[in-house]
């Protein structure tokens, strides 16, 4: 099965970007999303659901140079598990949303867009098929292999 999902919310920190030991790019944040209610014509904030974002390959240089902390946003992805142990050897789960697109929520404010031109090198190209294929970071927990560039399981 597989949980695709459509969040609105505003961006809870600056947003994180690394590389993997094999060169492949990865934004990650803090999404935090409240609901709002009406009881009796008056408007309250319910809790708060927190939630991290990962972005892969363009679309992490993307998210990583356009948005911001507090900024309004749609993010599209599929929910996964991610698992680890810490330190002291205590098991960890959390629930993470793998994004397939991410914009600024234009309901709270405008925009503008600037379409990036990037024209990978072949020893590039040639790098991140080898990492994709042998980074445990880009693997899902069934062992799935991660496209690098669209965040999607690859065949």
């Keep these: 099965m597989e949980a695709r ?17 094999g060169g492949i790019r990865v934004a990650s944040f803090r999404l935090g999303s409240t609901p709002r209610s009406r009881r009796d014509g008056e408007w309250s904030d319910l809790p708060t659901t927190w939630l991290t974002v990962k972005c892969f ?4 240089w993307n998210v990583g140079g356009s948005l911001g902390k507090g900024e309004p946003v749609v993010v599209e992805g599929r929910l996964r598990t991610e698992q680890w142990q810490t330190k002291e050897g205590e098991d960890r789960e959390r629930l993470v949303l793998n994004a397939d697109v991410v914009g600024h929520d234009l309901n709270h404010g405008t925009a503008n867009f600037r379409k990036v031109r990037v024209e990978p090198r072949p020893a590039e ?7 994709a294929a042998t980074d445990p970071a880009l693997r899902t927990e069934e062992g799935e292999r991660i496209d690098p560039d669209t965040g999607e399981i690859a065949a």
């Design 5 to 21: 999902v459509t969040l609105t919310g505003r961006v809870g920190g600056p947003i994180e970007v690394k590389d993997t030991t």
């Design 57 to 60: 390959g363009r679309l992490a």
């Design 125 to 131: 190209i040639a790098n991140e098929e080898a990492t």
